[in-house]
């Protein structure tokens, strides 16, 4: 899971995660940090994911994987050593 060591997403499950991404989104000193959590947090829950469902195509997977970067705090030119460690 992009964002969480295997074992935390696990330990800390999708309420746990939720709570953590408002705090990376805090210490990210993100301007309305809960706001901009939740928002992207909708985005990718609610539409990323119907439209995988609905339409999967390559750009609806890119599309989801935008904004679970987006969700996670990952900065936009992300260490390639460090995303290919959160991705496993």
């Known amino acids: 899971m992009i964002g969480f060591e295997p074992q935390d997403a696990k330990r800390l499950g999708s309420e746990g995660r939720f709570y953590a991404r408002i705090e990376k989104f805090e210490k990210a000193g993100k301007r309305f940090p809960k706001t901009q959590h939740l928002f992207w947090w909708v985005t990718h829950n609610a539409i990323a994911h119907t ?20 969700l ?10 460090e995303l290919s460690k959160m991705v496993g």
Do not use: G
């Open 51 to 70: 439209l995988l469902a609905i339409c999967p195509m390559r750009w609806s997977f890119r599309f989801h994987d935008w904004t679970s970067l987006k």
């Open 72 to 81: 996670n705090a990952i900065p936009p030119k992300p260490n390639v050593e």
